[in-house]
């Protein structure tokens, strides 16, 4: 069993920073991608930032300059810094991973989702 947990959201006014933390645990050998997703209200999930194990960083362009993901392997943890927050940031936060749990040659690395937390910006 694996589970992904989240914390650090909340309400910030517009301007504002906020930190996602996301704790993969349980049976896990590896872990290769790990990013966070968002879904707003009456919005399709969309990428928002993502991490390799090696460190590749990719960032949806609405977020540039803004949001630093970050990762720490030692934990199976990432991280979203979320600076000059904005209304339109408003959504659901969920973290994903790719994970495999077994070291057996020929094991698959499986989607695992967070159960999400709630991100309100003010204007």
């Known amino acids: 069993q694996v589970q992904l947990v989240e914390s650090g959201g909340g309400l910030v006014q517009a301007g504002g920073s906020l930190r996602l933390s996301c704790a993969a645990s349980?049976?896990?050998?590896?872990?290769?991608?790990m990013d966070w997703y968002r879904q707003g209200p009456g919005k399709q999930r969309e990428l928002v930032a993502a991490?390799?194990?090696?460190?590749?960083?990719n960032y949806a362009d609405s977020v540039k300059g803004r949001f630093t993901i970050s990762r720490d392997n030692a934990k199976n943890t990432v991280y979203l810094q979320m600076n000059s927050l904005k209304p339109e940031d408003t959504a659901v936060y969920y973290c994903?991973?790719?994970?495999?749990?077994?070291?057996?040659?020929?094991?698959?690395?499986?989607?695992?989702w967070g159960q999400g937390t709630q991100v309100t910006v003010s204007s």
């Open positions: 994903h991973a790719y994970i495999r749990s077994s070291p057996t040659i020929g094991s698959a690395y499986q989607n695992y």
């Open positions: 349980g049976s896990i050998f590896s872990i290769n991608l």
């Open positions: 991490i390799t194990s090696g460190g590749n960083i």
